[in-house]
């Protein structure tokens, strides 16, 4: 199992920057990704950003340009920085970890964290 915990959402006008941060704890020896997906009221999750434990990384099309996903494999921790934020950028934002076991794939989710861009 791995835990994820979340931290630095909150409210930023328009053109303003925001950082997300996220520790995982437990079975972190297994994760071989993680990154950051979003949910918007009455939309699904979608992904924002991901970075493997190489350093590899994917991002939306809505966000290339504007936000960074960086990790710490050292201190199992992953970053976003969010700059120039719409406020199309509104959601909830949620921790994600992959980690692969010899049975497949499993993800780990944390408990999210409110991002709100509005003047």
């Known amino acids: 199992q791995v835990q994820l915990v979340e931290s630095g959402g909150g409210l930023v006008q328009p053109g303003g920057s925001l950082r997300l941060s996220c520790a995982a704890s437990?079975?972190?020896?297994?994760?071989?990704?993680m990154g950051w997906f979003r949910q918007a009221p009455g939309n699904q999750r979608v992904l924002v950003a991901t970075?493997?434990?190489?350093?590899?990384?994917n991002y939306a099309d809505s966000v290339n340009g504007r936000f960074t996903v960086s990790r710490d494999n050292a201190k199992n921790t992953v970053s976003l920085q969010m700059n120039s934020l719409k406020p199309e950028d509104t959601a909830v934002y949620y921790c994600?970890?992959?980690?692969?076991?010899?049975?497949?794939?499993?993800?780990?989710w944390g408990q999210g964290t409110q991002v709100t861009v509005s003047s």
């Open positions: 994600n970890a992959r980690r692969t076991e010899s049975s497949g794939f499993y993800y780990s």
């Open positions: 437990g079975s972190v020896s297994s994760i071989n990704r």
């Open positions: 970075i493997t434990s190489g350093g590899s990384t």
